[in-house]
């Protein structure tokens, strides 16, 4: 008796076998992967047409707890910058706001990148 062969494979079948085991992309996975990349850059776009700029502008908006007066402690901080015209020291700001050294130094640089204050010399920061 003669020996039966199966059924032959075809090339196409054997090439998406070999793709699905690697796990290699197809062109399909490329195009929805785009399809997803450019929804996500219109969120940035939108995002950043709101006012808000990137994290750090996130950040003092919804970080941030109103104090009793119901300011918040970065609007203390620049309060006492603003009323000091040659520059206030960053002792002086601890001085007069009572915060710890930890969190006044990162209001002052979230106030910094902001662009709500400068930088006039180490330590000393004024507003324009």
Do not use: C
């Amino acid at each position: 008796m003669a020996k039966r062969r199966g059924k032959s494979v075809s090339f196409d079948a054997m090439v998406k076998f070999f793709m699905q085991s690697y796990n290699i992309p197809t062109r399909k996975d490329v195009e929805k992967l785009l399809v997803r990349l450019d929804r996500l850059e219109d969120l940035i776009k939108s995002r950043a047409g709101s006012g808000t700029r990137g994290r750090i502008a996130r950040k003092v908006v919804v970080g941030e707890r109103r104090g009793p007066g119901g300011k918040t402690a970065s609007d203390t901080v620049l309060d006492i910058v603003k009323r000091s015209r040659s520059g206030v020291g960053f002792s002086d700001i601890q001085a007069k706001a009572g915060y710890d050294e930890k969190k006044l130094r990162n209001i002052i640089f979230r106030l910094n990148k902001l662009g709500r204050i400068k930088r006039k010399s180490r330590g000393l920061y004024m507003t324009d």
